[in-house]
């Protein structure tokens, strides 16, 4: 066991002694061939190092033009997702004409999707991605990644969606009556066909009744309305809810109180 050990970390010095002397010399065409072969074996990181030399040193060559490619290819398998789509995004600018540009293109708007946060934090990268896939099926109509890019849309806009959802229940259980009813406004007018619907819908009415016994009298009047309209609306959608019995509770207390 200590004799494998040993005659492991002997390779790996060797192997590193190898590796760094391509990189400090001036062999081009071994360069190429190294990289390759650390490309090959998901060497990814120490490939980037000589893939780039390569291409600064012939950028317009059918190996600088890989070279690029597999920059981009290598990030991506990093998970350096930022690196990647500059060079994937490059790639296309720098070869129009290659054949491997609807792959590529669909590669970079997949590194945002890959970028998106949790729903809990900020969404802005997940508009960017949201964005960057409509421009590449805008791009490609026909493209054969047609129905992933339907399916990454889909489970972008549902982050988004429930990214919404959390708004509205946060300000129900922190007491912030208008905001609530606000938002779970917003919401159902943004996403009417949502799986939330009903238990935002439920929401908008209950904060709206707290917003109105709340509110100064001059204000208190329209509200109730409002409140009584909500209702009606909610029933006329989930007769069977749930939360019909306990919205009528705060209803019935809005018209005893009158």
Do not use: W
């Amino acid at each position: 066991m200590q004799i494998k050990f040993i005659f492991g970390i002997l390779f790996f010095c060797v192997s590193c002694s190898s590796y760094n002397k391509v990189v400090k010399g001036d062999n081009y065409a071994q360069k190429f061939e190294t990289a390759n072969s650390l490309y090959e074996e998901g060497e990814f990181l120490r490939s980037i190092v000589l893939y780039e030399q390569i291409y600064q040193h012939a950028p317009k060559t059918g190996e600088g033009e890989l070279a690029y490619y597999r920059l981009g290819q290598s990030y991506y398998n990093s998970e350096d997702y930022y690196m990647a789509a500059y060079y994937l995004s490059s790639y296309v600018q720098r070869f129009p004409y290659s054949s491997k540009n609807e792959d590529v293109m669909f590669m970079a708007a997949l590194c945002n999707v890959n970028n998106s946060p949790l729903p809990s934090l900020d969404q802005s990268e997940t508009n960017e991605a949201i964005n960057s896939i409509q421009m590449f099926v805008d791009r490609y109509p026909d493209t054969k990644y047609m129905d992933s890019c339907n399916q990454i849309i889909d489970r972008l806009r549902f982050k988004l969606e429930t990214k919404d959802y959390t708004h509205v229940t946060l300000y129900s259980k922190t007491e912030r009556y208008r905001a609530a009813v606000a938002s779970a406004v917003i919401f159902l007018e943004n996403y009417p066909g949502s799986t939330y619907t009903e238990e935002v819908f439920y929401l908008m009415v209950k904060n709206s009744y707290y917003l109105t016994i709340n509110s100064i009298e001059s204000k208190k009047s329209q509200r109730i309305e409002d409140t009584y309209e909500r209702l009606r609306n909610f029933v006329a959608v989930f007769n069977d809810s749930k939360y019909r019995k306990e919205l009528e509770t705060y209803v019935n207390r809005l018209e005893t109180n009158k």
